[in-house]
C-alpha cells in the first residue's frame, strides 16, 4: 500500500503559475509509474502528465510545453510545476502512483485559472 499527500493547489490568475506535490509513502520501492490526472466538471478524468522509474516522461497535447513533471526520489515526491495556466486548466487534480499489484490515488486538489 502507497499513501498519498497532495499539496500545492489553489487560485491562480491566467498566465499564473502553481507547483502541485505529492509526497508518496508506504510501499514506495515497488513504485513504477507516477503520474497526476485532472477532471474538470462534467469530463472525465484524463492524465495530464506521467513519469516511469527509468525518468521517461509522457504529457496530453493541451499541456505540452507547459507542464513540467519531476520526482525527488530522496524525498519520495512528484511534482507537477504548471506555468502559463489557462482557464480551460481549471479542474480537480489527482495524483496517482502504480505498483505491481495495483494502484493509489490522492485525495484531489481543486486548480481554478480564473481572473
Known amino acids: 500500500q502507497v499513501q498519498l499527500v497532495e499539496s500545492g493547489g489553489g487560485l491562480v490568475q491566467p498566465g499564473g503559475s502553481l507547483r502541485l506535490s505529492c509526497a508518496a509513502s508506504?510501499?514506495?520501492?515497488?513504485?513504477?509509474?507516477m503520474g497526476w490526472y485532472r477532471q474538470a466538471p462534467g469530463k472525465q478524468r484524463e492524465l495530464v502528465a506521467s513519469i516511469i522509474k527509468d525518468g521517461r516522461t509522457n504529457y496530453v497535447d493541451s499541456v505540452k510545453g507547459r507542464f513540467t513533471i519531476s520526482r525527488d526520489n530522496a524525498k519520495n515526491t512528484v511534482y507537477l510545476r504548471m506555468n502559463s495556466l489557462k482557464p480551460e486548466d481549471t479542474a480537480v487534480y489527482y495524483c496517482?502512483?502504480?505498483?505491481?499489484?495495483?494502484?493509489?490515488w490522492g485525495q484531489g486538489m481543486q486548480v481554478t485559472v480564473s481572473s
Open positions: 496517482n502512483v502504480r505498483v505491481p499489484d495495483g494502484s493509489s
Open positions: 508506504g510501499s514506495i520501492f515497488s513504485i513504477y509509474f
